[in-house]
């Protein structure tokens, strides 16, 4: 029988997953924001933000949100080669399978051939790492109105120029994640763990021990997720070696917390 | 599994790391305080010092405002000022008599200074000087020391008349001081009979003056009486075994005092 530190720990595996997604304040509303401009008739989406603000686990929400009611394509790593990522979406947006080079004349006739009144939505994870000219070839595709994209972005100073330069005058909408709040982090905390039957876990998170991960990861999802899995990991080697007295289980300590944030690096020691 | 000892170990670490720079900036802040109130100590103590000053001159001025302002204090001072100038206004003619010595006889300075007959002259010369002071009462009755005085009016006894007015005091008093001083008066003008005559007065009244005894000596040298002068210096000198006497002896000897 798992120990409950072990269940928790669990929790907080850094897997992109809808199911995960936790519902918070704000994040809410910028979901909700995403969703009414995919309504819209525009072309392009940006969404943006620092690693780890939950830009994957949106497009996951929406792909899993969006999939029930209209045409939505998820492309969650990138597809560098041109004319793998041209053959990939005429197979998957028009059922069109291309056998041999394709190049973006000859996807853009398909694209043409295929018109319909349900437009597609892709969804296009990490496009930081698509090259520039194919950057170029997805903005042109975009004009057409024939696909609508939704794209994220890191936000970094190389990537703000990509966006300023090419997509400037075509985006229409552009959201920006930003890392938790203090209080944020302790609904998201506390909201992940409850989903999982951890309750006791969960009512360890003091508000005091939540600003210490606060200050720790800054409030970013990924850093307290890779964080918050060694803290239960310590707590299970700690029960497991039967050394749990010297250690609070009602509260999680400071010590525990700059432990386990020594072990993942986010504190130099 | 995670190694805990290891994590722990670095957690120390950490907190060590982490507590060096509030403890260097906590000691460093400290040292900084304490130089400051050290250094506001030291500025504080001068200005205490100005204070007592102040106070000091504060305290003479009343001292000196209430003698002015009551007059009876001022008058009981004044009668104790004048008492003790009685006594002080006696040394002062000693004095006198020795810068006379000095002129006449430069070796026996230190004896003739030395001599214990000095309060016997206070105690007898005494009255004709509280005259003196009691004059003087009325003009100078706060600050002027009557030494000045003293030495104004003694100083004017250089004439032949002024000889006469200690000569009458003599014959007052019998204070071998003053017959002393006539005689050495008298030898410092050449009359060296008169300065023979008082200085054996003096003898008489006291035979262990030894100045007394070198002046007469030296007045019956100065009389052509060498041989009685020789005799009467051992004589002398056989009893008080006197220095002066012996410098004396040996310089007529020599024929450098004749």
Not at chain 2, 113 to 134: D, F, G, L, R, W
Request: glycine letters at 2%; aromatic letters at 10%; one cysteine or more.
């Amino acid at each position: 029988m798992n120990s409950i530190f072990v269940n928790s720990k669990n929790v907080f595996l850094d897997i992109v997953n809808a199911k995960d997604y936790i519902q918070l304040d704000q994040v809410s509303t910028i979901y909700q924001a995403l969703k009414d401009s995919i309504k819209k008739p525009l072309k392009m989406i940006l969404l943006y933000g620092k690693p780890g603000t939950g830009k994957s686990m949106f497009l996951n929400k929406l792909y899993k949100d969006l999939s029930s009611t209209q045409k939505v394509y998820l492309y969650q790593t990138p597809i560098l080669d041109e004319s793998e990522f041209y053959k990939t979406l005429a197979q998957d947006l028009f059922e069109t399978k291309y056998s041999g080079e394709l190049n973006f004349t000859q996807f853009m006739k398909i694209v043409e051939s295929k018109k319909t009144e349900d437009i597609p939505v892709v969804l296009l994870d990490e496009a930081q790492l698509y090259s520039e000219v194919l950057m170029e070839k997805i903005r042109l595709l975009s004009d057409t109105r024939t696909v609508k994209f939704v794209i994220t972005l890191h936000k970094t100073e190389k990537e703000d120029i990509i966006a300023k330069e090419h997509f400037q005058t075509r985006i229409w909408e552009t959201i920006e994640l930003e890392n938790a709040s203090s209080i944020e982090l302790k609904i998201y905390i506390q909201k992940k763990l409850m989903k999982a039957n951890c309750f006791d876990s969960a009512n360890m998170f003091t508000n005091k021990a939540v600003n210490k991960i606060h200050k720790i990861t800054n409030g970013n999802y990924r850093d307290t997720n890779k964080l918050l899995y060694t803290l239960f990991e310590l707590y299970e080697s700690y029960e497991s070696s039967n050394h749990h007295r010297a250690i609070r289980t009602n509260n999680i300590s400071n010590k525990i917390i700059e432990m386990s944030a020594i072990h993942t690096g986010l504190i130099d020691a | 599994m995670l190694n805990i000892t290891d994590l722990e170990k670095r957690w120390i670490r950490y907190k060590v790391k982490f507590y060096i720079p509030h403890l260097s900036i906590f000691i460093s802040l400290s040292v900084i305080l304490s130089i400051f109130f050290s250094f506001s100590n030291n500025t504080q103590e001068p200005n205490d010092i100005p204070h007592v000053v102040k106070e000091e001159p504060l305290l003479v001025a009343s001292k000196e405002s209430k003698i002015k302002v009551t007059p009876v204090p001022i008058s009981k001072q004044e009668t104790r000022v004048i008492h003790s100038t009685k006594k002080v206004k006696l040394s002062p003619s000693l004095d006198f008599m020795k810068k006379m010595q000095n002129s006449i006889q430069p070796y026996y300075n230190n004896e003739v200074s030395n001599k214990p007959y000095t309060v016997q002259k206070v105690q007898k010369v005494e009255a004709p000087k509280i005259e003196v002071v009691e004059k003087e009462k009325v003009l100078i009755p706060e600050y002027i020391p009557p030494v000045k005085v003293k030495k104004i009016s003694i100083k004017r006894q250089n004439t032949q008349n002024d000889i006469y007015e200690i000569i009458t005091r003599f014959k007052k008093n019998n204070n071998p001081a003053l017959s002393l001083f006539v005689a050495k008066k008298y030898y410092e003008l050449g009359d060296y009979q008169q300065a023979y005559n008082y200085a054996l007065i003096t003898n008489k009244i006291n035979m262990e003056i030894e100045s007394s005894w070198i002046i007469f000596t030296k007045s019956l040298v100065k009389l052509g009486k060498r041989d009685k002068a020789i005799s009467t210096l051992k004589k002398y000198i056989k009893q008080s075994h006197s220095s002066g006497a012996r410098i004396l002896l040996d310089e007529i000897y020599a024929g450098r005092f004749k």
